[in-house]
């Protein structure tokens, strides 16, 4: 594929992934949505009626015509070009949860979190919510490159909770499925101390 195809297909996911609002300034984001389900669903009841529909949702979600129109007319380099919106995406979701002054709220929304609380939070959704909901939800291609993207995220929005994070990660049971994250490289944490 040539960098003017390449180009063509970047702008044709770019006009996937950002649509005006109605009646407001500013773009949605549709990569956003696998994220909002991982976190709806991962909150939710852990019954198989439930990972049925998530799973449900996150397929329709990469399954829609423009979407597979893009990935076919990227060929070998679809999987690639999806797996940036997915690593971009799982970052602007977990700034938006860090930067809402709505998420770090808690008794009923009465009392707001300190910034710790609100990280951990955040770490714990992740870690103990989204990622055991993706490694349950098996039969979507796009599954552990979320796992990895959400992780991703999570070490680049949170550099000095990374001994935290690679205990969540290392907490993980299933072999196969740790050696999908990329490994962490501890050493430039541990010189700025």
Known sequence: MTDS?????????????????EGRRGRGDRFL???LFCHVYA??????????????????????????????????????LIEE?????ATAYLTICRDDDGFGKKLFGLLRMKPEEKEDKILHDVYSGMIPLLIRLEEFPERKAMMCAID???RSLYP?????IKALVDSI???????????FDLSSEESDE
Not at 5 to 21: A, S
Not at 85 to 89: L, P, Y
Not at 160 to 164: K, L, P, T, V
Not at 173 to 183: G, K, W, Y
Request: proline residues 4%; glycine residues 4%; charged residues 40%.
């Open 5 to 21: 195809q390449l180009d063509e297909i970047r702008e044709r996911i770019e006009n996937f992934r950002y649509f005006p609002l």
């Open 43 to 80: 909150s939710g009841s852990k019954r198989k009626g439930e990972m049925k529909r998530a799973l449900k949702e996150i397929k329709h979600f990469f399954n829609q015509r423009e979407l597979q129109e893009i990935r076919q007319d990227a060929g070998a380099d679809a999987d690639r």
């Open 85 to 89: 919106q997915i690593v971009d995406s």
């Open 33 to 35: 949505q696998p994220w």
């Open 160 to 164: 000095r909770r990374i001994h935290d």
């Open 152 to 154: 991703l995220a999570c």
């Open 173 to 183: 049971e299933d072999q196969a499925l740790r050696a999908v994250f990329f490994p």
